[in-house]
């Protein structure tokens, strides 16, 4: 069976840093579609992704099946958890082919390109993990606890994370079972995940871009 690539797009956060009275996923934009509709769209409309998942808060996800309800590429909108680990397992247990590619993206991105997608899964092909990052631009320092300076870190090394990131099923899938047997597994995202307990698994950053920005506070949103 030919393998598939998947957009698993995460909508479940609470977004308490932005403060409005929904999950900033679910606030319009100018045209007054959702963010969320927005970062559905981008996928959808890639010639390169065959089907489409959808993790969100457990409270929304029948909100978010009449929403997208007319997407095709849409197959499943499943109910998160409280930790993004947690969604990103959830999608895991829906998209079982082993060889299939998995595109997790912040539901909360929705300003991703045809480009990028399609460059994330040309740099995937033949198995590779892959993700989008921007070079950091400014200088980037190590401090303590109480704000002091310590080291000054070498910009030339330093990368700024963005979404997609794109691993084959059956890497991502042991990557967190590994994990998940861990009573320190504390991750922040997919790739540190495979990082951390799939140490042998090369992961290439591909060139993010600017306009791929995450709305964390309402200036972002404006």
């Known amino acids: 069976m030919k393998s598939k690539n998947i957009a698993i797009l ?8 932005f403060g409005a009275d929904r999950p900033k996923q679910f606030l319009a934009l100018s045209d007054g579609r959702t ?17 489409i998942v959808v ?3 457990e409270d929304y996800v029948e909100e978010v099946r009449r929403m997208l309800h007319s997407c095709p590429k849409v197959t499943d909108v499943v109910a998160g958890g409280r930790e993004r680990y947690e969604s990103s397992t959830r999608a895991l247990a829906v998209c079982t082919g082993p060889d299939d590619l998995l595109l ?12 990028l997608i399609r460059r994330l ?6 198995g590779r993990c892959v993700a989008a990052a921007m070079p950091a631009t400014d200088t980037v320092v190590r401090a ?3 704000g002091r300076l310590l080291e000054t870190l070498r910009r030339s090394e330093l990368w700024c994370m963005q979404t997609p990131q794109c691993f084959p099923r059956r890497i991502i899938a042991e990557a967190y079972r590994l994990g998940l047997a861990d009573p320190a597994f504390a991750p ?7 990082r951390r307990y799939l140490p042998e698994v090369p992961i290439l950053l591909v060139p993010g871009e600017a306009a ?11």
Do not use: M, Q
């Open 188 to 194: 922040t995202d997919d790739c540190g995940v495979v």
């Open 10 to 17: 995460l909508a479940g956060g609470s977004g308490t840093r």
């Open 104 to 115: 997790f993206h912040d539901a909360v991105r929705p300003f991703v390109s045809a480009d």
């Open 144 to 146: 303590d606890g109480e």
């Open 35 to 51: 963010v969320l509709e927005h970062s559905v769209a981008a996928f959808s409309a890639s010639p390169l992704i065959d089907r």
């Open 55 to 57: 993790v969100t808060r």
């Open 121 to 126: 899964i040309g740099a995937a092909a033949g």
């Open 212 to 222: 791929n920005i995450k709305i964390t506070y309402p200036e972002d949103l404006r």
